[in-house]
């Protein structure tokens, strides 16, 4: 998982980020506004469970094994530690809707690099 952390880190970009954390985003914080596609793209690699929880305002999304264990790839964009406890179940179908284009840009990025 490290590897495939390192590899998304690499493929994040202004274009791949939320709009809404744009002004966040930077090389230096390269996982800020990544958390819904790179979710979706640990779904669909890795077959792991979607969850969500609020932090101040804002959802942050990240995943769930089958045996409970919390992979959440964008933790890091967060000056706190997130705590998980009060976290709901997502479809995937409903994130798809929302962040398909920036999911798109960052397989293609993927791709570029030779990583998919």
């Not at 966040?24 to 929880?53: M, R």
């Not at 997502?90 to 791709?111: D, G, M």
Request: proline share 5%; charged share 20%.
């Amino acid at each position: 998982m490290k590897l495939f952390a390192q590899t998304l880190r690499a493929a994040y970009s202004a274009d791949t980020c939320h709009p809404s954390y744009l002004n966040k985003w930077s090389p230096a914080n390269p996982t800020a506004g990544q958390c819904a596609i790179t979710a979706l793209l640990v779904h669909e690699k890795f077959g792991y469970d979607i969850y969500e929880v609020k932090i101040n305002r804002s959802r942050h999304f990240f995943n769930v094994t089958p045996a409970g264990d919390v992979i959440d790839l964008t933790a890091e964009q967060f000056d706190k530690p997130i705590s998980y406890a009060e976290r709901t179940k997502r479809e995937p179908k409903a994130l798809y809707r929302s962040c398909q284009q920036r999911l798109n840009i960052l397989k293609q990025n993927l791709h570029q690099g030779g990583a998919l």
